[in-house]
């Protein structure tokens, strides 16, 4: 059966838990159970044909890792790792979390930085995600009218948390062919 990987950067561990609660939503035999980047191997990431990719945005629309001052490596790092790699034929989606209140220009440019990456070596990027219902000023991550992945604000709008992420679960599920 199909295998979706999971993957996730993180510096306080939301990231983590968002990721905790994706995998929970998916039936085991369809979704690896979540590794962080920082102990990611390449081939691993490699073999799968699906992937969910989430983030923080950090400090001044970053990824997270050393030059944004992270306890520990993560995208910053491994991405140099998958440089060379080829993405074609690969469907990823991304989920990132931001604070539009305390950084409001900066609103999870993470996804964007990810899906720029990954798209340029021949992923296709799905999950895009409505802006409704948001109130920050500017974000790399919007392109055409909505955001490029699923956009969280745990400190701000935890409360939107369940249901935006079960409908971007849903829409992400059927561009991946599969069942929630």
Do not use: H
């Not at 990810?114 to 920050?136: H, K, N």
């Amino acid at each position: 059966m199909t295998r979706i990987g999971l993957f996730f950067g993180t510096d306080t561990g939301k990231t983590r838990k968002v990721a905790r609660q994706i995998k929970a939503l998916f039936d085991d035999g369809l979704m690896a159970k979540p590794v962080n980047v920082n102990r990611a191997e390449v081939e691993t990431f490699m073999s799968y044909d699906y992937l969910i990719l989430g983030t923080p945005t950090m400090g001044e629309g970053q990824l997270p890792g050393a030059s944004a001052d992270c306890a520990e490596e993560s995208w910053e790092e491994f991405l140099p790792r998958l440089e060379d790699r080829d993405f074609t034929g690969k469907t990823i989606a991304i989920f990132g979390l931001g604070d539009q209140v305390t950084y409001p220009l900066e609103f999870v440019n993470a996804i964007f930085i990810l899906a720029d990456f990954f798209e340029s070596r021949g992923a296709t990027i799905v999950g895009r995600w409505p802006v409704e219902g948001y109130e920050f000023e500017e974000s790399l991550a919007v392109v055409d009218g909505a955001f490029l992945g699923l956009a969280l604000d745990l400190d701000n709008q935890s409360d939107q948390t369940e249901a935006r992420l079960a409908g971007w679960l849903k829409s992400i599920s059927d561009s991946f062919g599969l069942p929630v």
